[in-house]
């Protein structure tokens, strides 16, 4: 089965900073997805992360916080920018094989907002 | 809105018992449909699936059963061991095209006493 990989796996981050996250996965998938699950609840969609052109954004999440990249059918990023204390959360990203519907999810980020 | 929802938040087992975890939805246009378990520290993980077109599949261990006509799902887990003890996810997704948002349902925490 494929290996879907995330950096950091946790980060304790000053308000006011930005970070990164990473999602590798180990063989190209049509679909890549980021998710925010905050402590104790359930996970909630950010973005889809669109290779070659530009994010699609659920409702309540903008670009200008967290921006996502996709440059390939099998890396994407997500940044969480100018950071507060509310955007301590799990953040996951998942992924979809072409013919399936089915997402798998990475093991996620533990952010820690100071 | 459209909204999954799970009518009890805990649930609490003896190994060996089987485990029934129930999943209401809302959105009858909802066609797919995803049991996921979380363990604490990780990503979810895929359980097993149904599409509407089914009432019952089965996995190892697990059943899924989908009852439409009151928009209900349940998981069953038969002789429930102390590793199952985690979070279990219901998700839906509406539409067959790839790609399709999925809304998650709010947890059960499962415990398996020894």
């Known amino acids: 089965s494929a290996v879907i990989s995330q950096k950091p796996s946790r980060d304790i981050c000053q308000r006011g900073t930005s970070l990164t996250i990473q999602c590798q996965v180990d063989?190209?998938?049509?679909?890549m997805f980021w998710y925010r699950q905050q402590p104790g609840q359930s996970l909630t969609l950010i973005a889809t992360?669109?290779?070659?052109?530009?994010?699609?954004?659920e409702s309540g999440f903008v670009i200008d916080k967290f921006p996502i990249s996709r440059p390939n059918l099998t890396f994407s990023t997500l940044t969480v920018s100018n950071m507060s204390p509310e955007d301590s959360s799990i953040y996951l990203c998942?992924?979809?094989?072409?013919?399936?519907?089915?997402?798998?999810f990475g093991p996620g980020t533990r952010l820690t907002v100071l | 809105g459209e909204s999954v929802g799970l009518h009890l938040p805990t649930l609490s087992v003896q190994e060996g018992d089987n485990s029934i975890i129930n999943c209401a939805y809302s959105n009858s246009a909802s066609d797919y449909f995803i049991w996921y378990k979380q363990e604490s520290g990780k990503g979810p993980q895929f359980i097993i699936d149904?599409?509407?077109?089914?009432d019952k599949r089965q996995g190892q261990r697990v059943t899924v059963l989908l009852n439409k006509t009151v928009k209900h799902l349940s998981l069953q887990i038969a002789a429930t061991q102390p590793g199952d003890s985690a979070v279990y996810f219901c998700?839906?997704?509406?539409?067959?095209?790839?790609?399709?948002?999925?809304?998650f349902g709010e947890g059960t925490q499962l415990t398996v006493n020894p």
């Open positions: 992360a669109n290779q070659g052109s530009e994010a699609t954004y």
């Open positions: 149904i599409r509407s077109n089914m």
């Open positions: 998700a839906e997704s509406s539409g067959l095209t790839s790609g399709s948002r999925l809304t």
């Open positions: 998942s992924v979809e094989w072409m013919f399936t519907d089915t997402q798998y």
């Open positions: 063989s190209q998938v049509t679909m």
